[in-house]
């Protein structure tokens, strides 16, 4: 590396030259800094994204040479009804777990972003469900959801419901159920994002907002919310990505069950490229999931973009 | 090093990475000298017939060191499709089941064995069809052929007053369940224990009437999901979904007496003779002949076979073929028959030494159960065959589950198979 720092000589002759190789110089050293973590980017995800986008158009078993197929896995899809059912299933993950966890994430940073003895404590223990791993975070509420022994539903008994859902056995409550403990497990980590956006939001608005006369609803509206936005826009981003990309809970909390009430999209590409050995049809319907969270991403941040222009 | 330089080996080396990985395949066809031989198994500390048979093979051929490249149970398909995919050299491939092994071998993944499976020693062996691959070819050797039985608990039985099954059908089954339930909450023993496997009810179903689990018509299910619901809605059976989400193991509930009959295959055999005399359970137990189907003549199980291959990138392809002749012959069977495994080559010699092993019931009904008229294929093999598994295990949870009817599950994986796998 000691050659690239010496390789512009600064006694070069003429102005211009010399102004064109020191820009040289500083960009060559810029990347030089970044290439070690580029390569490793490059090497394990930048190569298995473009190959997968290669491998969508290809029947490949991993073994035998791939075959060109065009469009073949694409047509697939559109009559596999698996696919279908677990697009639709992500979504209504999505949907449920997206707007839940930014309520609760909110309403715990609004709860504890206050002086209050031992905020600490309660701020730990509502980010502590985050670290802990997702497969004993799913086994244990599993157990917490089961119909006949489990906590929860004797707690439905006690309290007079006859006819507890039956979660995880169930196939339109095993959904909910999964929705409800990603949204116990994520809520602390978006708690935190939350808590920092509202410390950056300065005192003098509320202030000013009290000497208007607002309420409290009034100044959350006004200037809670609008001052929340750009950590809620991440927020919002971070959680859509995350929702698409669901699998580890699933797996172990239902494996995809009953029947195929959870199946969702990562985990049917596991299974058509994993397990069935297809991988140009599980590249093929990687690259949609792409397309889908890419689409969903960009609409939000033009959607961001015209509000932060009013 | 100007950065131009360093570029191009950077690149260089990036190219001969995976050329590395594949190279060097030094096939010993003498197989003279010192080899070590490499083995891929799955969970060796709890599937005690892979030491049993490294053992009883390295005695025979001191010259041949046996490395076993051990893989998770649960892992073991996928890591080995990966290996294979890979170009990895591991000498012997331990096949799992028969969808896999179909897999690898439409591939080229697996050598040719096809001389030493029609050759005397090995054509009668049990489960050796299930490895036929097209053009008559073989690409693996059973070496355990295990079938279904039912267990039962003998001092539960006598508790009950009831005399101990042998030849029962399945309505006499559904009932004798019924009446051997007893207890309530936490101190209830079920009648019999149905684990959450499709097999039970659709494998079985496939056996003893003839239906084909590949479809097109899947009416042939239907007496025997009439037959498990009936159980589950008795309370004979822990419920379905309970045993799904709690992941309940077959083998606690026997060896703990929460269930007094158990159907399930002869590999359970080996773990209770090792568990007792562990002393982990002093459960008292024999085994009768499968519940049948009315209307059959003799004993119709099923099963699956397990095979050793040898893999096509093997390093010692040849000392890889004479661990798998040696594992799946005679004395392979021998070695494996003493820990209570059921080998595929199941002549009388080694059923009359497998009965004399301590902890084996010495009834005659436990040794009719062992030896059924008829063993049909858990699950027949083509190349859909992974598809419509999918399909029959999803549908299955759905009627188990009384998301759907028996008829509804039925016209349901009749669409499916039909629009899905075919």
Redesign the interface.
């Known amino acids: 590396m000691a050659?690239?720092l010496t390789?512009a000589p600064p006694t070069a002759a003429s102005s211009p030259p010399r102004r064109f190789s020191r820009r040289w110089r500083n960009t060559?050293i810029g990347w030089s800094f970044i290439l070690p973590n580029f390569?490793g980017f490059a090497?394990l995800t930048l190569v298995p994204v473009i190959a997968a986008f290669v491998l969508s158009f290809m029947d490949w078993?991993?073994?035998?040479a791939p075959e060109w197929i065009g469009l073949k896995n694409f047509q697939r899809m559109l009559?596999?009804?698996?696919t279908k059912v677990a697009l639709k299933n992500t979504a209504y993950y999505a949907l449920g777990h997206v707007p839940l966890t930014v309520l609760a994430a909110l309403g715990l940073a609004l709860l504890l972003n206050r002086k209050i003895a031992g905020v600490g404590f309660f701020r730990a223990a509502a980010f502590f469900p985050y670290i802990t791993s997702m497969v004993a975070v799913a086994v244990v509420w599993?157990?917490l959801?089961?119909?006949?022994?489990g906590p929860i539903n004797q707690f439905l008994h006690f309290i007079g419901v006859d006819n507890a859902p039956?979660?995880?056995?169930?196939?339109s409550w095993a959904m909910p159920a999964v929705i409800v403990t990603s949204v116990w497990r994520d809520m602390g980590y978006y708690m935190i994002l939350f808590l920092a956006g509202l410390q950056a939001i300065p005192t003098e608005h509320y202030e000013a907002a009290k000497m208007d006369g607002a309420n409290n609803w009034q100044r959350f509206r006004h200037v809670t919310l609008p001052g929340l936005r750009p950590v809620t826009f991440l927020v919002l981003i971070l959680l859509t990505v995350q929702s698409f990309k669901v699998f580890d809970l699933i797996v172990v909390m239902t494996d995809?069950?009953?029947?195929?009430?959870t199946l969702v999209l990562s985990q049917q590409i596991y299974?058509q490229g994993?397990?069935?050995?297809e991988f140009g049809y599980a590249s093929a319907i990687s690259l949609v999931l792409f397309l889908l969270v890419l689409v969903l991403t960009l609409t939000q941040f033009w959607f961001n973009n015209r509000r932060e222009r009013k | 090093m100007n950065r131009r330089k360093l570029l191009a080996y950077g690149a260089a080396v990036a190219a001969a990475a995976p050329l590395a990985a594949c190279g060097s395949n030094d096939d010993d066809s003498s197989s003279s000298g010192p080899v070590e031989l490499t083995i891929s198994v799955w969970s060796m500390d709890s599937t005690p017939e892979f030491k049993a048979l490294f053992d009883a093979f390295q005695k025979a051929n001191p010259d041949i060191t046996i490395k076993p490249v051990d893989i998770l149970a649960a892992d073991y398909p996928t890591k080995v499709t990966t290996m294979l995919a890979g170009g990895d050299s591991t000498d012997v491939i331990t096949m799992k089941n028969v969808i896999d092994y179909a897999r690898y071998a439409g591939r080229g993944q697996l050598k040719d064995l096809t001389s030493a499976a029609t050759s005397s020693t090995f054509s009668s062996a049990n489960g050796l069809d299930a490895f036929k691959q097209d053009g008559g070819k073989y690409f693996a050797l059973p070496y355990r052929q295990d079938f279904w039985v039912l267990y039962y608990n003998k001092k539960l039985f006598d508790a009950a007053g009831k005399t101990y099954p042998t030849n029962l059908t399945w309505d006499q089954y559904v009932d004798l369940a019924k009446s051997l339930t007893a207890g309530a909450g936490q101190n209830k023993v079920y009648g019999t224990y149905h684990h959450t496997w499709r097999s039970i009810v659709q494998a079985i179903a496939a056996a003893q009437t003839g239906g084909n689990q590949l479809g097109p018509d899947y009416s042939f299910f239907t007496d025997q999901y009439k037959t498990a619901l009936a159980l589950q809605d008795g309370g004979a059976t822990l419920d379905f979904g309970t045993a799904k989400t709690q992941k309940t193991g077959y083998a606690s509930m026997f060896e703990t007496k929460k269930t007094t009959m158990l159907p399930m295959g002869t590999w359970f055999i080996a773990k209770i003779l090792a568990d007792k005399k562990a002393g982990t359970t002093d459960v008292d137990w024999a085994i009768a002949p499968l519940p049948q189907r009315p209307g059959g003549t003799g004993v119709t199980t099923f099963g699956s076979p397990t095979a050793f291959a040898v893999n096509k990138n093997a390093k010692h392809s040849a000392a890889a073929q004479k661990f798998v002749e040696f594992a799946c012959g005679p004395e392979g069977a021998k070695a494996i028959a003493a820990i209570g495994v059921v080998p595929a080559l199941l002549t009388e010699d080694i059923r009359t030494s497998y009965f004399a092993l301590a902890g084996m019931p010495t009834d005659e009904t436990s040794k009719k159960a062992f030896n059924p008229d008829k063993i049909n294929l858990e699950m027949p093999v083509s190349d859909k065959t992974s598809k419509i598994d999918t399909i029959l295990n999803e549908e299955h949870d759905l009627i188990m589950t009384k998301a759907k009817s028996i008829d509804g599950g039925i016209a349901e994986i009749t669409s499916r198979v039909k629009n899905e796998a075919s």
């Open positions: 050659d690239v390789a060559l390569l090497v078993d991993s073994y035998n009559h596999d009804e698996s599993n157990m959801f089961n119909p006949e022994f039956g979660w995880t056995t169930s196939t995809g069950g009953p029947g195929r009430a299974r994993i397990v069935e050995g």
